[in-house]
């Protein structure tokens, strides 16, 4: 019997302070609640589900003391691990000046990459408050797709 997964769920986030990255990911970002936050005194209780559109990000409680590996978006440089999830905007211009001024940004310039298919990308890296890596990402794939 084969495995057979359909499409990725959701995918959790573990912090110390729940209310700062809710307000981040819904306040900031503009997020919908998949499953709303709800303030609680209980460190156990204090999450919420944040919906992605595809996928639902899970912002869930620690105690663990420590902070995250910021990564530099040159990925032969840090180290192994998770390094970032993309957020697909149609306008990459657009979207970099709705969040100026609200994110704290890897790095000042729009990078280019290009495939030999003809699939390109422009995308620009910024950090959560936790230290995550986050894309904003213009990507032109139709054509390259279509002509293959």
Same mark, same amino acid.
């Given at each position: 019997?084969?495995?057979?997964?359909?499409?990725?769920?959701?995918?959790? $986030?573990?912090?110390?302070?729940?209310?700062?990255?809710?307000?981040? !990911?819904?306040?900031?970002?503009?997020?919908?609640?998949?499953?709303?936050?709800? @303030?609680?005194?209980?460190?156990?209780?204090?999450?919420?589900? $944040?919906?992605?559109?595809?996928?639902?990000? !899970? $912002?869930?409680?620690?105690?663990? @003391?420590?902070?995250?590996?910021?990564?530099?978006?040159?990925?032969?440089?840090?180290?192994?691990?998770?390094?970032?999830?993309?957020?697909?905007?149609?306008?990459?211009?657009? @979207?970099?000046?709705?969040?100026?001024?609200?994110?704290?940004?890897?790095?000042?310039?729009?990078?280019?990459?290009?495939?030999?298919?003809?699939?390109?990308?422009?995308?620009?890296?910024?950090?959560?408050?936790?230290?995550?890596?986050?894309?904003?990402?213009?990507?032109?794939?139709?054509? @390259?797709?279509?002509?293959?």
């Amino acid at each position: 019997m084969a495995l057979q997964l359909k499409r990725m769920d959701n995918m959790d $986030i573990l912090t110390n302070d729940v209310p700062r990255l809710v307000d981040f !990911y819904h306040g900031t970002l503009g997020l919908p609640f998949f499953l709303p936050y709800e @303030a609680s005194d209980l460190p156990e209780e204090q999450w919420a589900g $944040i919906d992605f559109g595809n996928v639902v990000l !899970y $912002i869930f409680h620690t105690t663990a @003391a420590g902070s995250v590996f910021r990564r530099s978006s040159v990925n032969l440089e840090d180290p192994v691990g998770l390094d970032s999830f993309a957020f697909e905007v149609a306008d990459l211009d657009e @979207a970099i000046a709705a969040l100026d001024g609200k994110v704290d940004w890897v790095h000042d310039d729009v990078t280019p990459w290009h495939h030999p298919s003809g699939v390109w990308y422009r995308y620009r890296p910024f950090y959560d408050p936790d230290g995550n890596m986050i894309y904003v990402t213009e990507p032109h794939t139709a054509q @390259a797709l279509r002509d293959a």
